[in-house]
Every structure is written in C-alpha cells, then in structure tokens.
C-alpha cells in the first residue's frame, strides 16, 4: 500500500504544481509587469505537506486553505502600503540593492506567521 501512496502522491504532486504554474503563466500581473513566471515556494512545501504528508497537522484542510488565505491577505494588504511609495515600483525595476523590497518581505511573513499562529492554521505561507 505505500507504493501506491508513494505514486499517486507524485502523480497528484506533479499534476498539481504543473496546473498551478500553467495558470499563473498566462495572465497575470506579475508575468505581464515584470516578464517573469511566478513561482512561489509556498506551492511546493503545501504539495509536499498535502500529498506527501498526509496524516500531518500542518497538511489539514483548515490550515491548508486558512494559512494560504490569511497569508495572501496579509501579504496584499502590507504590500499595497509599500506600493503607496512611486519610489517602491521603481525598485523593482531594477537590480539594484533596496531595502524596502527586502523589508517588504520579510514584514508579510512574519505578519502572515503572527495571524496564522493566532488562528490556529499554521501552514508554509
């Protein structure tokens, strides 16, 4: 029986990351503003916690679809404050080093971890 879970979750693993990334590959902001594919590594570690660690606190229905929505949330909400700043696109434009990206960053994640804590619904945002 662990062969067969061992293959459907590389099945369902794969099939589901390639839909993910076929959808964002067509049209969406981030490819249209910045020509580039968007991958995010919350997709990957929810892949591996859903279909290779089944029985998982963190792979749960409620902290699945509740931590990638509080986080998502979250995320948007402090980033349309930087995004206030015309200075803020401009840094992104280019390659140059920028705190305010990095600061950007790193608040949603800690803000995103802080509410899922507080939710209960802790999940790789």
Not at 89 to 96: G, K, M, Q, S, V
Not at 109 to 124: C, K, S
Request: hydrophobic residues 55%.
């Amino acid at each position: 029986m662990k062969y067969e879970v061992w293959v459907l979750g590389w099945i369902a693993s794969f099939v589901g990351i390639l839909l993910i990334l076929s959808i964002f590959a067509t049209h969406t902001a981030f490819r249209d503003t910045f020509h580039s594919p968007l991958v995010v590594a919350s997709f990957g570690a929810t892949a591996v916690l859903i279909y290779g660690a089944v029985e998982s606190p963190l792979s749960q229905p409620r902290n699945v679809f509740g931590g990638q929505i509080f986080s998502a949330i979250v995320a948007v909400a402090i980033t349309r404050l930087f995004v206030k700043d015309p200075a803020y696109i401009d840094h992104l434009d280019n390659t140059e080093f920028h705190p305010a990206t990095f600061i950007n960053g790193a608040l949603c994640m800690a803000t995103a971890m802080l509410v899922m804590t507080m939710t209960g619904t802790v999940h790789p945002p």
